[in-house]
């Protein structure tokens, strides 16, 4: 305690206690002994795993589980190789003021409710919508199309929503590259593949998996983009969540499969940072 | 891949459509939005009926714009009130918590540390049914000790405020440190040694260092909590906030006043952004 | 026999700004050739021409004999050691040395064999598996050396490589560097501001000043016949005087000063004549200093006056001495045999110097 006093330490210190004890870990762990109440009757519960075991012999919901899983990491793939050389175009070759002007228009689009973006392919994808009309217009369909309520339109949606989270982490670890060492990989004989390869991507591996941790809890988590462009149907599994809490008032239930959600997230999480030998400090701080 | 590594004509020449097909990716559906806003119909979509302010200012029935939408204005008022709080909460937080992980090294520090980070990495929806549990089990707790019903903890605006607070306060956390690493000490030890208290020090030079820093995490924060709908949806009573009441019309079929409402939203939120980001080129 | 290297004519505009104005050299194989400057005089532009990253305005650029001037960077017999190294981080050293190989699509052993032969020839065995950052300043700089060294370029091209070393290791690095130079046998192109690194390295050197080449020649030629006040200036220390030329008789001349001090000196064959403007170089070391005035008669010009300061720096020190009519300060060295060690301010002291020491320019020449 080389500097303050400590009274000022443990005024500092409260807020932060107070909020993660309360907030973030009395309640989550609340929420694990919830999950394993059984109700056996009206007020009486008995702690068993009843909930797990429900949720892990119904088909239909281990099925969304893995669906929601796999659809999430492809949605965290295909933004990152979007991203990849928009972020590269505007981190090494617009640069100057260019660059400073695409980047904000990268943004600007996701200071705005991700309501008002689903909303916008809503009105572009829908039976009656703008891409429908283009089509017949351009004589590629007889009828109105329906692009709504299936999977693609759900993936638009999803990596349409996530891109910012990708493109501002690329950005930064490849503005932090010197271009002499993108000089010296060529000077030594190096092509555009082999730099790429050995340079570039190994440089910016830390905003990659930043990137795409993020764009994964956010795809996982998502209940916007999969419910309104989804469908009823879409076999979410945060839907299966809201239903389970506010619908069926079932929250021993619900309260299982949000501890499952939390578990699959920490997993992959975790996964991901050890293959690349990262910290989760260095990825998120 | 750089200006000065010649590449062949072609191959930029596809990067460069590419590029442009991104953004035209990205303004598209903003676009749409934008422009049914004015669509003299009651349906967003073609055909264009003409052109119309009546989903912004008309007063009457089947077309009542937004200025006249008592539900709607009130939704806003309510986002802007649960922002605005969200917002300096998180930054005062955000400052200690700073000030607590740059200053002191103590037992634990790595931990906490990692704990702030967590809510970065849980999924919006399970913050919010973690906090939903909790808060009603301690409102029953209540119940059964000591008869009292306390109605602050069944869903509603303050645990809206909590569960926003409960991950923003991350961001504003990041975002303020990076700041004050950047600080140097010896700034702080030079107004010491003039004659300044400790806390003068901090009050007189820390604190306006930190100034941009401090405003830009409580323009996000108002930002992020302004949009939030995750953690909103599963902890919301019966004053809903905009993006809730938004979805609830949104899900009974949409008209044009969702269009203009959002038209309205991004002009607000590109300003608020923009003035930050020129703000922030200014210091 | 061809020239490693040869540029002709070359110009590179920005815009309106020419940063290289119509430079032509040649450089012979296996020689160590400096292009020295100011920063801003634009020998970064040369040296990125050479090596690829931008393309001249006009002009041709011929390694071996051959215009490389429609070859991309990746295809051309140079490398280059950059300013800052440019040493990949995310890889390990013997990786680092290796990359250029591994372009050329070399079996793996032949790589390995080569990278640890590198190593060796730099004096660092057995650190390929160590990373950049855990290398020291010097090393790294060998390193980057090496890393270009495996390639057996036709020319080797420096970036100012020591500017970011201190001063004792930069030092070192210079004899290293020709050490390397010798034993690789490879042309050396090295640009730098620092004149002590020329002079020492060099086995020709180009002054440069906007844009263009002042004067290329040995070390000994810039220091002691410099074609130019501007070569004068830049290379080594002088003392610097104006004033006006009274007199020209064959190769010798006489000027006074601004303040008022008459000059003898040699017109060293540059067209000078009486009434001109002109500048007056001469060198601290080309100044004897002594207490007794009869020790200075072999020189044609003489001086009384007063030590105003006394600047000590080892083998390296000076004296002001201000002279007693024209109230002017001469910087003068001072011999560390032993005699001067009880030298005081305000002592009464005669410089003296021979008139062909003293190097003039009319102004305006530079």
């Known amino acids: 305690m080389q500097s303050g006093t400590r009274l000022g330490f443990y005024l500092l210190l409260t807020p932060l206690v107070l909020w993660l004890a309360l907030l973030i870990v009395i309640p989550h762990i609340d929420m694990f002994l919830v999950s394993l109440r059984e109700r056996v009757g009206v007020r009486q519960y008995e702690t068993s795993f009843a909930n797990y075991l429900t949720f892990f012999t119904e088909p239909l919901y281990i099925w969304t589980f893995v669906r929601t899983a796999v659809m999430s990491v492809l949605a965290t793939i295909i933004t990152l190789l979007i991203a990849f050389p ?3 175009y505007i981190a090494k070759i617009a640069r100057g003021r260019l660059g400073q002007v695409l980047f904000v228009l990268c943004l600007i689009p996701f200071y705005v409710s991700e309501l008002v973006r689903t909303f916008g392919w809503m009105i572009l994808l829908r039976e009656t919508g703008l891409v429908s009309n283009l ?37 930064t670890t490849l503005e932090s590259l010197d271009d002499s ?36 809890m956010l795809s996982l988590g998502n209940y916007l983009t999969p419910t309104i462009l989804g469908g009823k149907d879409s076999l979410w599994f945060t839907e299966m969540i809201y239903n389970q809490f506010i619908v069926r008032f079932n929250w021993e239930l619900g309260a299982a499969f949000g501890f499952m959600l939390l578990i699959l997230s920490s997993l992959i999480v975790w996964g991901m940072l050890k293959l690349t030998r990262q910290s989760l400090e260095e990825t998120m701080g | 891949m750089i200006p000065t590594i010649p590449q062949p004509r072609a191959l930029r020449i596809v990067y460069g459509t590419y590029i442009a097909l991104f953004f035209l990716y990205l303004a598209l559906p903003l676009t749409v939005v934008a422009v049914f806003a004015f669509n003299d119909s009651q349906f967003p979509s073609l055909p264009w009926e003409g052109f119309t302010w009546n989903w912004f200012f008309g007063d009457s029935r089947p077309m009542i714009g937004v200025f006249h939408e008592r539900p709607i204005i009130r939704a806003v008022g309510t986002s802007a009130f649960v922002a605005g709080i969200v917002g300096l909460l998180s930054v005062a ?10 200053r002191y090294n103590f037992r634990g520090k790595g931990l906490l540390y990692v704990l702030m980070l967590l809510p970065l990495v849980i999924p919006g929806i399970v913050l919010g049914i973690s906090i939903l549990v909790f808060s009603s089990t301690v409102a029953n707790g209540m119940w059964d000790i000591a008869k009292m019903d306390i109605q602050a903890l069944r869903p509603g605006l303050l645990l809206v405020i909590l569960g926003q607070f409960s991950f923003i306060a991350t961001i504003a956390t990041l975002v303020i440190s990076a700041r004050l690493q950047k600080f140097d000490r010896s700034l702080e030890e030079a107004a010491l040694n003039l004659g300044a208290s400790r806390l003068t020090a901090v009050r007189t030079i820390t604190i306006p260092f930190l100034m ?11 930002l992020m909590s302004f949009e939030n709908f995750n953690t909103t949806l599963m902890l919301v009573g019966s004053d809903a906030p905009l993006t809730i009441a938004m979805f609830d019309r949104l899900k009974e079929g949409s008209t044009p006043l969702l269009n203009a409402v959002s038209l309205l939203l991004m002009l607000g939120s590109s300003l608020l952004a923009l003035s930050l980001i020129l703000f922030q080129r200014r210091k | 026999m061809t020239p490693d290297l040869e540029c002709k004519g070359l110009t590179k505009r920005f815009g309106d700004f020419t940063a290289v104005d119509d430079v032509s050299f040649s450089v012979p194989a296996g020689s160590f050739f400096s292009i020295l400057g100011p920063s801003g005089c634009g020998k970064t532009t040369i040296m990125r021409m050479i090596a690829g990253f931008q393309d001249p305005t006009s002009g041709d650029i011929e390694i071996k004999g051959k215009s490389v001037l429609n070859a991309p960077p990746n295809k051309r017999p140079v490398n280059m050691v950059f300013q800052h190294l440019a040493l990949f981080p995310m890889m390990n050293i013997a990786d680092n040395i290796g990359y250029g190989l591994r372009r050329k699509k070399l079996p793996k052993d032949q790589i390995a064999r080569k990278v640890d032969e590198a190593l060796d020839r730099i004096g660092l065995p057995g650190i390929g598996n160590r990373k950049v950052d855990e290398l020291s300043g010097g090393q790294k700089q060998r390193v980057a050396i090496a890393r270009c060294m495996v390639m057996e370029p036709d020319v080797l091209l420096l970036d100012e490589p020591l500017g970011a070393l201190d001063l004792k290791l930069r030092e070192h690095m210079k004899i290293e560097l020709k050490a390397l130079q010798t034993a690789f046998d490879t042309t050396f192109i090295y640009i730098t501001h620092d004149q002590s690194e020329a002079l020492v390295m060099s086995d020709q050197i ?28 830049f290379v080594g220390e002088s003392n610097r005087w104006r004033g006006k030329i009274e007199r020209v008789q064959g190769n010798e001349m006489e000027m006074r000063t601004d303040t008022g001090m008459l000059m003898r000196g040699a017109t060293h064959g540059r067209s000078l004549s ?7 170089f001469v060198r601290p070391e080309a100044i004897r200093v002594t207490r007794d005035a009869t020790e200075l008669e072999q020189f044609d010009n003489r001086i009384t006056g007063r030590v105003t300061s006394l600047l000590f720096n080892g083998a390296a020190s000076r004296i002001l001495v201000r002279d007693a009519t024209a109230n002017e300060e001469i910087e003068v060295n001072l011999p560390q045999s032993g005699e001067y060690a009880s030298l005081a301010r305000g002592d009464e002291v005669h410089i003296g110097w021979s008139g062909a020491q003293g190097n003039c320019f009319p102004v305006g020449a530079d």
């Open chain 1, 86 to 88: 928009v972020s590269l």
């Open chain 1, 135 to 171: 089509l017949q217009w351009a004589g590629l369909a007889d009828q109105p199309v329906e692009m709504l309520y299936n999977d693609a339109a759900i993936m638009i949606g999803l990596v349409y929503t996530s891109m910012l989270f990708m493109v501002v982490p690329l950005v």
């Open chain 1, 181 to 216: 060492v993108i000089e010296a990989g060529y000077d030594l004989g190096g092509n555009g593949f082999s730099v790429l390869r050995e340079i570039i991507i190994p440089h910016a591996a830390p905003g990659i998996v930043s990137g795409s941790i993020v764009v994964f």
């Open chain 2, 93 to 102: 937080v955000g400052t200690s918590n700073a000030f607590l992980f740059n």
């Open chain 2, 212 to 222: 941009p820093a401090m405003i830009g995490a409580l323009v996000v924060a108002f």
């Open chain 3, 206 to 233: 180009a002054v440069m000043n906007e844009g263009r080449f002042e004067q290329t020649g040995t070390g000994r030629d810039l220091y002691y016949r410099p074609d130019s006040a501007f070569v004068a200036a």
């Open chain 3, 274 to 280: 009486a009434g001109d403007s002109a500048d007056i």
